[in-house]
């Protein structure tokens, strides 16, 4: 299944917040959006997913495996977002419940999708945490989120977003408020997932090293606006715009070099304390 967004327009107020975006992610392709804090990358991404703020107007199309998903009823894009569109954000605490164990909110995320009994539902999620590489699943799930660590926390996050088998995973800066060694577990755990079930990313983030480590594919977004798009490797390799030229500087200047895969050390967090 793809996704076309053609001449997206995001007005909040009289103010143009996105204006004239257009990308594709066709099936199985990993897609990052970058640019500077404030270039649009988010409203973007709750547009795709139905859920932007009040007060926000968006226009042109988003087609979703060919139909029109812009200006969809809350209740179908609501059964698109359970069913087709995963998403992670970049705060994990926000995504889960303080006062549920971590199994039960992967289990609901299961039972919602697959109405199997809740029984089934708590195996289904000892079998979700193995997937994410949670430490000890057997354990961990019955455990609450202030009794993890951010890392692990986020693997959470991101089996809640994948129990539901998406087609398309939509991930917003969710290495950035991790530590760089936890941010390379995280990001080669996404990188094998998105690979093993076939399905799309849509990975956004202001780090070009971060972007190079998931995406293949890049559009960079200034002030509402694509200013260049292609082959992160092009990218990487002869950046035309001057906002990719300044990522790729802030990226090199925190000791991370384009040919290297991943910056940090691809280390497991089971080991690290909350
Ligand atoms: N709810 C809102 N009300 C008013 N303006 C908003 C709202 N949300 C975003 N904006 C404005 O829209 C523009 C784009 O915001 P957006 O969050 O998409 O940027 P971003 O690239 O994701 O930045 P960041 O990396 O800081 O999240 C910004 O100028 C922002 O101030």
């Excluded at 959006?33 to 007060?55: M, Q, R, V, W």
């Excluded at 977003?161 to 950035?176: G, K, Q, S």
């Excluded at 093993?196 to 509402?224: K, Y």
Aim: proline share 5%.
């Amino acid at each position: 299944m793809s996704l076309v967004v053609k001449n997206l327009r995001i007005e909040i107020g009289d103010r143009a917040v996105v204006d004239d975006v257009s990308f594709s992610v066709p099936e199985g392709a990993r897609v990052g959006l970058i640019g500077e804090s404030g270039s649009g990358k988010s409203l973007t991404a709750l547009a795709i997913l139905g859920l932007l703020p009040d007060g926000a107007h968006a226009s042109g199309s988003i087609l979703w495996d060919g139909r029109e998903i812009l200006g969809l009823p809350d209740r179908e894009l609501a059964r698109l977002r359970g069913d087709d569109i995963g998403m992670v954000f970049q705060e994990p605490r926000t995504a889960l419940n303080p006062i549920r164990a971590v199994g039960r909110q992967i289990g609901e995320s299961v039972r919602i999708h697959e109405g199997v009994s809740r029984r089934e539902a708590l195996r289904r999620a000892v079998a979700e945490a193995e997937r994410v590489a949670l430490p000890d699943p057997e354990r961990i799930v019955s455990r609450y989120p202030h009794q993890l660590s951010g890392g692990q926390r986020q693997r959470v996050a991101i089996a809640m977003a994948l129990a539901c088998r998406p087609r398309l995973l939509i991930a917003d800066e969710p290495t950035t408020a991790l530590d760089v060694t936890i941010q390379a577990g995280i990001l080669s755990l996404l990188r094998s997932l998105v690979h093993d079930v076939g399905m799309s990313l849509v990975f956004i983030t202001h780090d070009l090293a971060v972007l190079a480590q998931v995406a293949t594919h890049a559009v960079v977004l200034e002030h509402g606006r694509v200013v260049e798009e292609g082959a992160v490797t092009d990218l990487l390799r002869a950046p035309s715009s001057p906002v990719t030229q300044a990522l790729l500087r802030d990226a090199t200047a925190t000791l991370w070099h384009p040919e290297l895969p991943a910056r940090g050390v691809a280390t497991d967090d089971a080991e690290e304390t909350p």
